[in-house]
């Protein structure tokens, strides 16, 4: 494809997203009065902060309520450093999101760990099957059609180009893995970590390659846990990793007791004492 076309495609694209935000700056929906019915058999849940919420999460949002109006969206909205600052901006977006009828949100003030957003997802979606995005993505206006005709509704657990920026889980993987490991404090390694235990229950990652939607990989510039978090591989968490290596045992062979795992190319062993809570019982 020639640079021209694909200026000219790319424009078009640009066109019809900016048609559909216009139509939300006029046309306001009325809040629903329990907003967590839906005739959907899943749920779509974010996680995000307060950096991303302008450049990333509002055109996500809207473009998902587009897309979705009949799925309840949930948005885990995890805390920040500066207090004063997250208050202001939890107001603001609870305000901003007040008239989506389909969209609900978990907030926080002080910061959580990825695998505490994610469990909180999980917990409150009305529905088995919960996607899991970041909020820096962006979608085409047939990611929906893309997204029901790839057949990950009918698996456990599956991931979506190879990255867990975005992926879906049923709650049935849950009872037989066990809920994120929230003694993960930050980011990092939770995916390493929960496909271990996938491949340890003897269950599947089964993966799927769906067109209209791209991870942008956005590096922050600011955290939420704020400049004491030792920050590792650009935007990683480093006691996400100290934790990891304290719970897993590893081997680039094949040797007795030891399993392999696709994410880590090799084969992981779980250390003794080292099994992952249960941090809500009798949830699911």
């Not at 009065?33 to 302008?54: A, C, D, H, P, V």
């Not at 587009?66 to 208050?87: C, K, M, R, S």
């Not at 390493?192 to 922050?220: C, M, S, T, W």
């Amino acid at each position: 494809m020639s640079k021209g076309l694909r200026i000219v495609k790319q424009f078009w694209k640009e066109l019809i997203w900016l048609l559909i935000r216009l139509r939300w700056l006029f046309i306001k929906l009325p809040k629903s009065s329990n907003s967590n019915t839906s005739s959907s058999t899943f749920t779509l849940g974010i996680t995000t902060y307060k950096e991303r919420y302008e450049s990333y999460l509002k055109p996500l949002v809207k473009k998902l309520v587009y897309l979705f109006p009949d799925t309840p969206i949930i948005i885990a909205v995890n805390g920040y450093h500066n207090q004063a600052e997250q208050e202001e901006y939890l107001q603001e977006i609870s305000d901003w999101v007040e008239p989506y009828q389909n969209v609900s949100l978990i907030t926080y003030k002080a910061p959580q760990g990825l695998c505490k957003l994610w469990n909180q997802l999980v917990v409150n979606s009305v529905t088995d099957k919960v996607f899991l995005f970041n909020e820096d993505i962006n979608l085409s206006t047939s990611f929906r059609d893309d997204l029901l005709r790839s057949n990950i509704l009918n698996t456990e657990f599956g991931l979506i180009n190879g990255s867990y920026s975005h992926f879906m889980l049923n709650k049935s993987i849950v009872k037989k893995v066990g809920w994120f490991d929230e003694r993960f404090p930050g980011i990092g390694y939770e995916d390493h970590d929960y496909e271990i235990r996938i491949v340890l229950a003897k269950k599947q990652v089964e993966h799927f390659k769906i067109r209209g939607i791209k991870n942008e990989r956005v590096v922050p510039k600011d955290w939420s846990y704020g400049e004491k978090h030792e920050v590792i591989l650009t935007k990683y968490s480093g006691p996400n990793e100290k934790h990891y290596f304290s719970k897993w045992e590893f081997s680039e062979k094949e040797q007795l007791g030891f399993v392999y795992v696709r994410i880590i190319k090799g084969y992981a062993k779980q250390l003794k004492g080292m099994e992952t809570p249960n941090f809500y019982h009798e949830i699911l």
